[in-house]
């Protein structure tokens, strides 16, 4: 009797083993099954987006004594593209400010400007850290006596920041970046003038 129970034990287990072995033979020859390689949670940064920000810009005019400073707001967008931990993208932007100085007889101000740069970070999931540089242009304004004259410029900037994704296809940033809008000759000056100058503003962001 023993002997019966052991027999029928033993074709009960081979029947068990054969459909695994079987299963591992079938996914071994098909390769090893997909696996994720980071958490389904993760914050992607990868793709276009569409934001606005809000700032402090202050600075000074070359070759001139006043020190224009205000407010500054308005528009970006950019595109990401992320391997792994790294982020790489393109970021343009439009500025509206409220920059000014007067000195003297002489008042200077910078009613826009705007950038182009490129961006590189890195991610730690939903914070990415970045450096940014490239093009900047804008106009710079002279006024004196019931005169005025204005010159678009270009230049360069470059600066750091922090993103954060706070909600699905959400973020927000704190960025500063240092502009320089090189020098043009301004006739009612008598001088080459330019506007240099740090912003620091804070911004949100809609990822697509």
């Known amino acids: ?12 287990a081979t029947g068990w083993t054969m459909p695994a072995e079987a299963a591992d033979l079938y996914y071994g020859s098909r390769g090893a099954p997909y696996t994720v390689n980071q958490p389904l949670n993760a914050f992607s940064w990868a793709g276009p987006y569409l934001g606005g920000n809000l700032g402090y810009a202050w ?27 790294w982020v790489f993208g393109i970021e343009g932007d439009i500025q509206a400010t409220a920059a000014d100085d007067t000195f003297a007889p002489w008042k200077f101000s910078n009613p826009w400007f705007g950038t182009v740069r490129g961006r590189a970070g890195y991610a730690l999931n939903s914070v990415l850290f970045y450096g940014t540089a490239g093009l900047a242009f804008g106009e710079l304004r002279a006024e004196t006596f019931g005169l005025s004259e204005s010159h678009t410029n270009a230049g360069w900037t470059a600066g750091l920041g922090a993103e954060m994704g706070f909600a699905p296809n959400w973020s927000a940033k704190v960025e500063y970046l240092y502009v320089d809008l090189s020098n043009s000759n301004f006739v009612i000056t008598g001088a080459s003038n330019g506007y240099r100058f740090g912003l620091i503003r804070a911004g949100v962001n809609y990822h697509f």
């Open 59 to 85: 600075g000074s005019v070359d070759n001139n004594p006043t020190k224009p400073s205000g407010l500054a707001g308005g528009v970006q967008a950019g595109y990401n593209w992320q391997n792994g931990p």
């Open 1 to 12: 009797m023993s002997r019966l129970v052991l027999r029928a034990l033993a074709l009960i």
